[in-house]
């Protein structure tokens, strides 16, 4: 069960900062050529990777686990609260969902006004450092997520699993199909990973100070449960109490 989570935690997180990347990296390819586009990803990809292999070991082999149990707990429930903060917000209208057309056709006029500098191999500079910038940015909560998952639990590799899953599947539809991913329920995950990444930091965190839980992993799925009502009830109170709340517009690569 916790096995299971850890994985599907780490897949719908890294699912919600695909679907973002995606959008800039097709701009990318449809204005500065595929060349550049696919170079910035794999440059990124393995900036990232190095990222989470470095840092992930170094957590493991230094760290006391009582202490990194209760500072993942804490920098957990931080993370997730920004998450579901943000998903009540847009849920009940307070704060407009992404539009993932709108950016990307906001960021294809950007890249179409920049004068080309063409570098070897036809790679153009400009649209690389897009591409490199839009992945390694919003790969780095992926990273963070994958980090402090399989360092508290030991399954580093569960963890990435996950992610990769993520990149492999959402990058290949977005290369077939060739637009943004618009029509992915990207608030509904990023709500459901919030809960979840809520639930980690409160358990984990809990284990650090010495509390045992009765339901061992069993009781991840209790506190998300009770996290997620919560939610909900905080998204009926907003609705009721401001019907007439104003549409906040999202920034392009806004969280």
């Known amino acids: 069960m916790h096995n299971i989570l850890l994985v599907a935690s780490a897949f719908l997180a890294s699912s919600v900062e695909m679907v973002e990347a995606i959008t800039i990296i097709l701009a990318v390819g449809v204005t500065?050529?595929?060349?550049t586009a696919l170079s910035g990803v794999f440059c990124a990809s393995i900036a990232l990777a190095v990222t989470v292999a470095v840092l992930g070991v170094a957590i493991v082999d230094y760290v006391p686990l009582d202490v990194l149990q209760v500072t993942?707990?804490?920098?957990?429930?931080i993370f997730g609260m920004q998450w579901v903060r943000k998903a009540i917000q847009r849920a009940s209208g307070v704060r407009s969902s992404h539009d993932e057309d709108k950016i990307f056709a906001k960021e294809v006029r950007e890249l179409e006004s920049e004068r080309r500098t063409t570098l070897a191999g036809g790679i153009d500079w400009q649209g690389f450092v897009v591409s490199f910038k839009g992945v390694f940015l919003e790969g780095l909560e992926v990273a963070f997520i994958v980090i402090t998952f399989g360092a508290n639990s030991g399954r580093l590799d569960l963890a990435a699993a996950g992610a990769v899953a993520?990149?492999?599947?959402?990058?290949?539809?977005?290369?077939?199909?060739?637009?943004?991913?618009?029509?992915?329920?990207?608030?509904?995950?990023?709500?459901?990973?919030?809960?979840m990444l809520m639930a980690f930091g409160t358990f984990w965190g809990a284990e650090g100070v010495g509390i045992e839980w009765r339901l061992d992993a069993g009781a991840l799925l209790v506190i998300a449960i009770v996290y997620w009502l919560a939610s909900l009830v905080f998204i009926s109170m907003i609705k009721r109490r401001v019907p007439e709340a104003p549409i906040v517009a999202p920034q392009a690569g806004a969280a």
């Open 72 to 77: 993942i707990g804490v920098l957990l429930l």
């Open 166 to 195: 993520a990149f492999v599947l959402f990058s290949g539809v977005g290369l077939v199909v060739h637009r943004p991913l618009s029509n992915v329920p990207e608030n509904a995950i990023k709500h459901t990973v919030g809960v």
């Open 32 to 35: 500065k050529g595929w060349r």
